[in-house]
């Protein structure tokens, strides 16, 4: 089945690290997004991506950067985690006239 | 931009009960409401969604109401099972049609649990 995957599932690290957070598809969407999920806060957008050349900051794009190296491709990076960067962090897809939108299975990250 | 409020953030029912989850939007061009359910230790799934030219929406046990002129919408579940028991996430976009961004806003979430 078409689906949308992310690796890793779960992830510790420390302070001042580097980390990259990845999320592949293969539902041929062109669309794809970063969330954060916050006990109490819902999700929210990190950054999205509309095609490879198009990238977008959303809601909470401070600290974070993010590369889309192929349509199928979208990574989140954490340049120097900081403690308040641990959540719970969900990929998702979409095509472009549709409004639905496909999520991994989400990453859980700890940053000590 | 687009701002979710949804309550209760906790609501707890018998099986067999109803169980109602209302949120409220701000930006009047938001056109598509979705509702995402997301067990323990999974991923969000939608359930059901509804477009503001659509006033109810019903699949089976779930429904989801929506007031354009109020800004709010609701989902209803009846006869609720304890295989109900999950997180529910409203959101609303102003679509993903034409050159609309199709962005969703999600509420904070409303944890139900359904005893037996």
């Known amino acids: 089945d078409a689906d949308v995957t992310q690796t890793p599932r779960n992830r510790i690290t420390k302070t001042g690290k580097r980390i990259m957070l990845e999320c592949s598809q293969t539902k041929g969407h062109d669309r794809m997004y970063w969330y954060r999920q916050d006990p109490g806060l819902g999700l929210r957008l990190i950054y999205y991506?509309?095609?490879?050349?198009?990238?977008n900051k959303g809601e909470i794009s401070d600290g974070y950067s993010v590369s889309r190296q192929a349509q199928a491709k979208f990574s989140l990076s954490l340049e120097s985690a900081i403690p308040n960067q641990t959540a719970l962090y969900f990929c998702?897809?979409?095509?472009?006239?549709?409004?639905?939108?496909?999520f991994g299975p989400g990453t859980r990250l700890t940053v000590l | 931009g687009e701002n979710v409020e949804q309550h209760p953030s906790t609501l707890s029912v018998q099986e067999g009960d109803s169980a109602v989850i209302k949120c409220t939007y701000s930006?009047?061009?938001?056109?598509?409401f979705p509702w995402y359910k997301q067990e323990l230790g999974k991923r969000p799934q939608l359930i059901i969604d509804i477009r503001s030219n659509v006033g109810e929406k019903k699949d089976q046990r779930i429904a989801v109401t929506l007031n354009k002129t109020a800004k709010h919408f609701s989902l209803h579940i009846t006869e609720t099972q304890p295989e109900d028991s999950a997180v529910y996430f409203c959101?609303?976009?102003?679509?993903?049609?034409?050159?609309?961004?199709?962005?969703?806003?999600f509420g904070q979430g409303t944890i139900l649990t359904v005893h037996p």
């Open positions: 991506s509309f095609d490879v050349k198009d990238i």
């Open positions: 959101a609303a976009s102003s679509g993903a049609g034409g050159t609309s961004y199709g962005k969703l806003t």
């Open positions: 930006d009047s061009a938001s056109n598509y």
């Open positions: 998702a897809t979409s095509m472009r006239g549709t409004d639905t939108q496909y």
